[in-house]
């Protein structure tokens, strides 16, 4: 996603090519409709590949629109104030008029592209609640700053906090189930427990698992997860709400140390998004 801005400026990529380079030169030169909005074909020919330098004979559709305060801030207002509730909101441009909807929701679409319209969701940061400030929860939240998570450890416990080693993050002194209500119930929320603590982490469980939040997950071996799962159950968790955890956490890669533990927490959440779970 790229935006081209008067007189001839540019926030984003398309190809990493020079793809961007010879439409912002069409675009500067006016060379397109601005009332309705373009689709754009590049790569069609080996020759274009050669041309633009895009890689293994790739064919790229760019959707072109043009933007103005007149027709659009409207729209784009609306997705300002989703994002800033921590909403999902959904665009809809029709292709023959360039009119565009807004609908709101809780869950992150891929793009569409049909033959009518473009169909394209907003959503705020991920956002992830660590709770526990060891080293474990140190190596996961060095891994998801990298993904662009908005990370945040819970702790209440005075010592582990005085002794974190981690990132430069918030670290919250209260107890989990506060921080899980105020901070991580709406679906581009995730909560992992990594306390071992079943004082600590059970509490955040019991609020995660009946919040919104997409993902919940929980250190611990298998023999663990069956007795904190016998623990929320006669906490009067629903069962429905406690299929919901992720535990053990992580996908089964033989990790050990705390970096490893924390690649496989990482790579489970990446599938499970790009799965569109």
Known sequence: MALFLPPASQVGSLSGGCVEEELLASIVADEFDTQIPQVLQYGVSAQENARLGLPCGGHLSIFLQYLSVEKDLDWLHRVRDALQARAVAQRRVHRRSGATEVSLGERFAELHFGDDSLTQSFGPRQR????????????????????????????????????????????????????????????????????????????????????????????????????????????????????????????DIGSKTPPEIAVSIIAELVRLRRRGV
């Open 128 to 251: 992830m609640l660590l709770v526990g400030a060891g080293q474990l929860a140190a190596s996961v939240a060095e891994l998801a700053l990298g993904l662009d998570y908005d990370v945040l450890v819970c702790d209440p416990r005075d010592d582990a906090r005085a002794d974190w080693r981690g990132p430069a993050i918030p670290l919250l002194p209260g107890m989990p189930d506060d921080a899980v209500r105020a901070h991580a119930d709406d679906s581009q929320s995730v909560v992992i427990t990594l306390t071992h603590d079943p004082r600590i982490d059970d509490m955040a469980l019991m609020e995660a698992l009946e919040s919104k939040a997409w993902y919940v997950g929980a250190l611990g071996s298998l023999r663990t997860t069956e007795q904190r799962k016998e623990r929320l159950s006669a906490l009067g968790v629903a069962s429905d709400a406690i299929d919901r955890l992720h535990a053990p956490v992580g996908l």
